[in-house]
């Protein structure tokens, strides 16, 4: 029906057309709009601020810590992060001062006539810098964070080990650049209440934050979604911020307040992808079979905690790629460095942690003389293997299919001898990569049963069945994913079926759009609404005609029960309405049967299933310049069911270039914690030239407590790129780059170390 | 200053500021919002227009140099029904979070103006200047192919 | 309050810039990303977009007459242009994307004076002329000495850029254009050269070599030219070539590439383009 067809998105027309609206393109009549007052410095003290008397300061409101009613906060885990700083700065772009106008111009100009005076602090910049207290940022040893996963005893293991192998690697900051930059309107109504309008992945997370800056209640909160320009994590928690400051300014000036980021100062204050130092000490026998493996990561977090406990569990789960190791000993820490709070970005601590031990599995196979392939083939994780945290792998384990599918369809052996053998004229060469992974889906552990998502169907007096969820829309198919699911559920047609708008005030709290949960979980959550409101609709028919339920049929859009012409859907459900009122019900998360984890010793099950990918990148690199041109891209991913298989698909290309783009091009340059290349000119994405076509392959292990089978997609596919194509580079040119970007530069220089 | 322009075959004349971006104009003075700020610097492409049916940035004209010209933006793309490539994104699902989408538009549109058959390469070529964070270009350069051979058929 | 003067005429914009002290802008593909970057603008402007008499090509004997105004996209389609200036048209397929090509001018290119300018070094390594005209009269300079250090050229406050003179590409003269930049397109070039040889029997009867990106203006390679002038073409001499271009190049560390890499690149594309004879 319509589960497994590439149904056309439910808000393409609008998007096609430009008639979507996204949080600019709103106008009130009596709007104003808001500047940020930011930090110079990295690390310092505020003496003084000053105001110039060149600007006529009575035409504008302007606020400060001191506006805050109740709490100044940015509430995440720890609520160490301050909505406005109140004396102390701990980073490049802190917001100090917010501004209020009429205009966007006079807003601007009054920006430029405050002026901060500071006491400069030594200002920590780095990972060694802040493990070695250069200045204590967050308590004595500015360490935000730390797990241990231990399993065997890696101590014996590598004493029996046949060969030891060792690798240090580094992952730089990554900046999600949605192409909308971040943006909120607040309305502070004079009732006390306010409502909140803009670009956002959680909606609720705003809610509760906004409770806690200003003192209110559920109800005098509402926060509206608009149409989201890209999130990739970057507007999970971030939002927050945005929102806080236009309602201070709202609840100041008495007007709605837009702020709507200019993109260089969007990518200066906004959060990033944590940087990470991995460290990893494999012990194997000869032919490659994994004994012992050790892996020290350490992730930057930034001047504030905001998630990086979480970045931090999900790398260090990751740590070991989907393997069978017996001797497992992992170390993880994030620590606090006075540069803008690192964030969620798509991968959320896999990407890093992949790099570090897809290379180090590159490592082996060249210190070991054995084929990549051979390699992962010998230690995968199959179907009633146990992972590093101990948790067993009962269903869903698409590994060997991922492999083989990419394998077979690159020609990979094959390809590796061909170039092996080649020797172009023009001074280029080839080589070929190949990266093999896996992303737990939804949040670690216990999460899911702390957020219990919920989410409701109802009938409306048209007869369409209306989704109530606050999962959001963001480009990557929610509001048709949720609609497919539930008029497959009902056995109608899609168009019946309409998703309600992303409004607190309408919907329950499903969770955040994040974690690739939300086909997983919530498409699940929805599938249960939904057969809860059959259920529903057949009792209630059955009470009015004098049958039993179970003689109530809802099938291929009609319904029927005993003695009756069927009616259709449509029909029955206007009626439903008409006789009862409003038909609605809800469904809340509940973890499939079996699930333990040990929150303290951090083992069993880390997520009710994995996710499985396979990458095989081409690359063609020219000798002269070190240029590298991705040639060639085949991804296989195994999620489980593809709701919507062109959907799934635009998802994994999307993922997948923004993987490649984190190998090959995007750097974050710094300068005394100060980002240098804070616009498009110069951080450097991929362009449609600058990408190869790709060959996306679906493979589908059913999760039998997916929705249909659907287990998590939206973070899978930036997991592996990077690690393949840095190995295609080492295999074209013999350059083994351990930090990315694989930038020409770094080549060069892994070119002209190996010579020396 | 004054400027007379004609935007989606309707015509205009405004007071503005003479260096005034064109984007701003459009999104400001005129209410046509579907053409999106993404970069303020000609990278990203969100902004492109049509000026005199070719393609440009609109944050980097200011609107004095627009005197007399005859702007297209992705309103104008269609009437009362879809043009072609619009429905080739639609049905190709080329189309994620949608921010590049306008742009994006407006600049296959220009490769069709002047190749109605262009190869993936030079469709690549046409686009290389619409940035794209959601969907790694191939379901866009597979609807532009699909909308072309569909002109031809 | 800004003032913009939009002239249809060389007459008008003589006018102004004898009279007044004005900000010239054609394209604004430079201009107005600094303006929305934050930089002032400036109280009067001379908008010379509509001046037509600049966007004409035509050939004027062993040159290619070129009007300042043109755009890329007229250079890449003009078959003049394709015939006897092809370095041209590949420095100028990659500048931005088909937005900016349609917008951005060679002679807002040269005026602009970035050292990163991609049409720069074509037209050092031509030996360019240019037409610069005023109210007191035009005069032609050449392009090589239009610099006088980081963005700072001879062109008087009351000058305009008019014209272009490239020679044009001989039969027996070979010429390339590389540039190596940060991606595929919209990059700015990290390094960026033109060269063009007459070589005859595995002889080199002259060279010009030019780069862009390698110091605080374009650049003639002027030492590294003369060693190879009259030599003969060995694997040896390409190694020299090589060491003696990277030598020469006086590139810096900055936010897109390291000076090192510079050098490397700059000596593998000199030895590049001699292993191609």
Redesign the interface.
Known sequence: MSVGK?V??T????????????I??YNYPDMWYGKTVRSEIAHGRITSINFSDKFDWSKVIVVDYKDIPVRNIVAMIFDDQPLLVESVVKHVGEPIILIAAPSKELAEQASHNVEIVYEKLPAVLSIEESLAVKAKIFGDDNIFKHYTITRGSVEDAFQSAEVIVEGSYFVGHQE??????NGIIATYEKDGSLIIQGSMQCPYYVHRAMKEVFGLSDEQVVVIQT??????GGKEDFPSVVAGHAALLARKCGHPVKIVY??GEDFAASTKRHPALIRHRTGLTRDGQLLAAEVDIIFDGGAYCTLSPVVLSRGVIHAIGPYKCPNVKINGSVVATNTPPNGAFRGFGVPQACFGGEMQMENIAKTLGISPVELRRKNMLKEGDITATGQQLLYSVGTQEVLDAVLERSDYLSRVEQYKQENLLDNKRRGIGLSFFYHGGGFTGSGEEKIKGKAAVELDPHGQVRILTASTE????TKTIFRQIVAEELGISMDLVVFGETDTSKVPDSGPTVASRTTMVVGRVVQMATANLKQEITKLIAQKVGCEASQVEIKNGQVSWPNSEAISFTQAAIDCVKENGAVKTLAQYSSPPGIKWDEINYTGDAYPVFSYGADVVEVEVDMDTYEVKITKVITASDIGKAINP??A???I??????ALGYGLCEEVVWKDGKILNN???NYI?P???D?P??E?ILVEKPYPYGPYGAKGLGELPMDGGAPALVAAIANATGAFVTEIPATPERILSALEAKQL | ?SVKLSVNNKDYELQV???K?LLDVL?EDIG???????????????C?VFIDS????S????V??T?GTKIT???G??NNE?SKL?QS?????A????????GM?I?AQ?LLDINPSPS?GE???????????????????DAIEAAAIGDRG | M???H?VQELSQAYKILSQESVKV?A???DL??L???GLS?PNN?L?I??LNELRSISEEQNYLKIGALCTY?ELINDKKVKEFAPSLVSASRTI?????Q??GTLGGNIVNGSPAGDSLPVLAAFDAELELGSARGTRRVAFNEFYTGYRQTVLASDELLLNIFLPKQQEKEKSDFYKVGTR???AISKVVMAVRATVNDNKIESIAISLGSVAPTVIRARVTEQMLTGAEITLELIEQAKTALSQEVKPIDDIRSTEHYRRVVTGNLIAKFLRGF
């Open positions: 590439s056309t998105r808000e393409g027309r609008d998007k096609v057309t430009g008639a979507a609206k996204y600019d393109d999600q650049l949605y192409i909308e930059t149409v989201t320009g890209g999130g990739f200019e993109r963001i480009g990557q198919g062109a959907m698909e635009g998802q290309e999307g993922g997948m270039v923004q616009r498009f000119t994405i362009t449609a030239l990408i076509e790709m996306t | 200053m500021a003479p260096m971006r999104r046509l919002t579907g053409t999106k700020e993404g970069c303020g610097e000609g990278e990203c492409g969100a492109s070719v393609v440009v940035n944050c980097l004209v200011p004095c140099q005197n933006t992705v309103e793309l269609s879809l619009q994104f639609l049905d190709y699902n189309a994620q979070c949608g921010i590049c989408i306008p538009l600049a220009a993936r469709i690549r070529e046409a686009i290389a200047g619409n940035l794209c964070r959601c969907t790694g270009y191939m379901k866009i350069v | 800004v003032t913009v939009s802008i394209g604004g593909t107005m990303v303006y929305t970057g603008l402007i908008d977009w509509q996209t931005g994307a088909v937005q900016i349609n917008r595929a397109a919209q």
